[in-house]
């Protein structure tokens, strides 16, 4: 199939909101308008599943790839619209049957709004005893070959094409904004991802090893925000300078504290940006155990500089499954291309696997950690980054399922 002029968008968890319904319904349409803007978009209506009507016929590998993005969406379907009568339903149907190799057959159909005359399982009988007659298919409600599935909404009756499987969720900007700390690895773009998934806006703070390392970095993350904001429209990087202040942890710092230390200036910093951004929390891509930094205990020591909630919705996945999230997210191909992460005299021969709280300040004491935070942040320079557009390859987002049953 190569063109559409109706699709429907369907949703899940937000129609368990009862009476919050309403305000997450307007915030879908808007996000579900932005992901086809440049498409002609005749209107769009929300009879419990987000009705899309284009003036004139459209890709669906566009619409699809489009909509794939917007969180919220469990379904996108595409669909042919028979008008509002049952009359005009067996019409579509009739000419669809041309085009249906099959012997068997089964009719499903839903019934949205209720003041239609048939209900569903007699405009099933109804319609399963016309296209028996009509092409010679046989009846088969357990395995049928081919499904004619239906949907009576109120605003007119349509006929399923093709239904993929939408990326769920919350729509995004239902949940408050967060900042994320992106690195540049595999890792923290997967949860920006996760957050995203979650209705939360996101901006970006990038902690850049200049002069010690290249520019790469910064284009590294920005690129990854690019794609990232597919999900969300524009979003703002912070680039803050940190190379100085590594430099000043190495020299003057216990050389196995110094990864726990840098994570706890960044966290520092990163809240000092989130603050003055409204952003309500801090999210890293740091996974249990994963690396030295990431055991319990040192997380403990990291989290203790932090006012804001510090999220991690990687916390339990292993690193296949973070993988597999990058790849849906698109930000994968860009995270493994290679760069120069990190000058190797930064990085300790024996970073440790325990630290506390008390021994980093101690440690801590030897450089002012608060000034060098209030520093590096007001020096940051704010990128405005754009989405990616559409026109160049993306990963398609309706591939294979996550590996991880409960994403
Ligand atoms: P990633 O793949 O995201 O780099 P990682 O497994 O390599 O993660 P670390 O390098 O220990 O883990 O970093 C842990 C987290 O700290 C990252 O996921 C990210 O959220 C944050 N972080 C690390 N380095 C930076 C950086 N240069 N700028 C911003 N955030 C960073
Ligand atoms: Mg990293």
């Not at 923290?188 to 290249?214: E, I, Q």
């Not at 973070?322 to 992460?341: F, H, K, N, W």
């Not at 709280?357 to 608060?370: G, I, S, T």
Request: net charge positive; glycine share 6%.
């Amino acid at each position: 199939m190569e063109f559409v002029s109706h699709v429907i968008g369907t949703y899940h968890e937000i129609a368990l909101k009862g009476g919050n319904r309403g305000p997450f319904e307007r915030v879908l349409v808007r996000n579900v308008r932005a992901a086809l803007a440049g498409l002609p978009v005749a209107e769009i209506s929300v009879p419990s599943r987000v009705v899309v009507r284009f003036s004139r016929p459209v890709p669906w590998a566009d619409v699809r790839e489009r909509m794939g993005t917007v969180f919220g969406l469990n379904g996108v379907i595409a669909v042919d619209r028979a008008g509002v009568t049952y009359e005009d339903l067996e019409r579509l149907v009739a000419a669809m049957l041309p085009a249906i190799a099959a012997r068997s057959f089964a009719v499903r159909c839903k019934r949205g709004d209720k003041r239609f005359p048939l209900d569903s399982q007699q405009v099933a009988a109804r319609l399963g005893a016309f296209v028996k007659t009509a092409s010679g298919m046989s009846v088969d409600l357990e395995h049928p070959e081919a499904t004619i599935q239906v949907l009576i909404q109120t605003d007119g009756i349509y006929v399923y094409r093709e239904r993929v499987q939408g990326p769920g969720g919350l729509p995004v900007g239902t949940s408050g904004r967060v900042l994320v700390l992106l690195s540049g690895g595999i890792d923290s773009p997967a949860a920006a991802y996760m957050t995203l998934k979650r209705g939360t806006r996101a901006n970006y703070v990038h902690f850049h090893s200049g002069p010690y390392t290249s520019e790469a970095s910064v284009r590294k993350a920005e690129e990854i925000v690019r794609v990232l904001n597919r999900h969300q429209g524009s979003s703002r990087l912070f680039v803050v300078p940190f190379g100085e202040l590594q430099q000043e942890i190495v020299r003057s710092c216990p050389e196995k504290l110094r990864v726990v230390l840098y994570r706890r200036m960044m966290l520092r910093a990163a809240e000092r940006v989130a603050r003055r951004s409204g952003c309500r929390a801090l999210v890293t891509g740091e996974s249990l155990n994963q690396v030295a930094s990431q055991t319990l205990a040192n997380l403990a020591a990291i989290d203790r500089v932090a006012h804001l909630p510090v999220l991690r919705p990687l916390i339990g996945l292993d690193k296949q499954e973070i993988t597999a999230i990058a790849e849906r997210a698109g930000t994968y191909e860009l995270s493994v291309m290679p760069q120069q992460d990190c000058c190797s005299f930064l990085q300790p021969a024996k970073p440790v696997t325990a630290t506390t709280h008390l021994a980093c300040l101690q440690a801590e004491r030897a450089f002012n950690a608060d000034e060098w935070a209030r520093r590096v942040q007001a020096e940051a320079e704010v990128r405005r980054v754009e989405p990616a557009s559409w026109s160049r390859p993306a990963p398609d987002p309706f591939a294979e399922p996550l590996p991880c049953p409960a994403l």
